[in-house]
């Protein structure tokens, strides 16, 4: 397992994974699919991919929480796993790799925004050390409902 750096030659897996989300589930309330260039290019900072064997089986990346200098310090992260992955150790090591990477940026905490459709994804980012500030109701419409939004914070 090697937790790196993305590339540009990881966009087509990214967007394989991050598409299969986006068509299958409320992991992200997102309808609208990632062309490999517009992965290329979101990927291009803070992007970080779990390797093994040449095979992309997650990705993370973090940037900035909200525009305008004042949240500077403050960050949101994005993370999935290809169904192969799941289970395996990598998402935890993606995690915490993101987390060291964030703080090295300068960022004091990150945000997680989980579907509360994704018990999963609460439960796991529970483990890692977030804890739920907030829950938005009706803040996600997908596949004909509205979805609540668990927000979830680790102080780096």
């Given amino acids: 397992m090697t937790i790196r750096s993305a590339t540009p030659e990881d966009a087509a897996q990214i967007a394989d994974i991050w598409n299969d989300a986006i068509r299958n589930t409320t992991i992200t309330f997102n309808p609208v699919e990632k062309s ?18 040449g095979r992309v089986l997650g990705f993370a990346r973090f940037f900035q929480f909200r525009g305008g200098e004042g949240y500077r310090h403050t960050g949101e992260h994005t993370i999935l796993l290809h169904p192969d ?25 990150l ?8 018990r999963g994804a609460v439960a796991f980012h529970a483990a890692c050390g977030f804890r739920t500030v907030a829950t938005l109701p009706e803040v996600g419409f997908k596949f004909g409902r509205w979805i609540d939004l668990v927000l979830m914070q680790k102080m780096l």
């Fill in 36 to 53: 490999v260039s517009e992965v290329a290019d979101l990927c291009a900072k803070h992007c970080l991919v779990w390797n093994d064997g």
């Fill in 85 to 109: 992955g799941r289970g395996r150790g990598g998402g935890r090591a993606l995690m915490g790799a993101t987390c060291d990477a964030a703080k090295a940026a300068g960022y004091h905490s």
């Fill in 111 to 118: 945000f997680a925004g989980c579907s509360v459709e994704n």
